[in-house]
């Protein structure tokens, strides 16, 4: 009779772990399968690297195994920006604040967070102060009027936006000019930006390296 309970717990636990991995591979299925989920930085590695570029830059804290795993409640994810439907697994992280993530944003923070441990402080403030392309933005074509048009600019990531981070969509130049301002952008390096912005519809600041208090204003 003892001997058939352990038999019995065992398999129950063996049925968990299979089921909760059968749930994340549905969800994964899910979140891959969504034309919503096609957003700049959506892939797994371009994801690794805008949370490296946060975890390194001080706007995310690094996780130490204060969480808690559950059904999706709907609650927006603090890494990918994405709702976290029913069918996905919502981890409620403990740190400074709490913050809910996919499961496989929080896998991918969570090594991201164990492999900044491991780098020496030395090797981490020279990784904060590594300058990353500024991208800027807007629609090309006839009608366009530079001066008022919208203008979308992000940071780092690759020549094709690919990987970046959104940090605003302002409307004309003049706000453009305001948030550069609020970037810490030098006045010459704004002005040859909106010359260039007249032109053509892309313009790269490719030496930009914002502080932990720029990103944390732009709640990054």
Sequence with gaps: MTVLLSESRARCLENRKLLARSRLLIARSRRLLSPSFEISG????????????????????????????GKGTGKLCSICGMPIPQGDIEHEV????????HWDCYSIWRQESDELARTPQQSRQHSVKTPTPLHIEREDGAGINPPTT??????GGSTDRVGTVLLGRPQGLDALVLLLRGLGMA???????????????????????????????FRL
């Design 94 to 101: 403990v740190g400074p604040t709490t913050v809910f993530t």
């Design 187 to 217: 006045h010459g390096e704004i002005v040859t930006a909106c010359q260039a912005l007249t032109e053509q519809p892309r313009y790269v600041i490719p030496d930009v390296s914002l502080t932990p208090a720029v990103l944390r204003r």
């Design 42 to 69: 959506s892939s797994d590695e371009n994801l690794r690297r805008t949370i490296r570029t946060r975890l390194a830059t001080g706007s995310l804290f690094p996780v130490d195994g204060k969480v808690f795993a």
């Design 150 to 155: 919208e203008y979308a600019v992000s940071f």
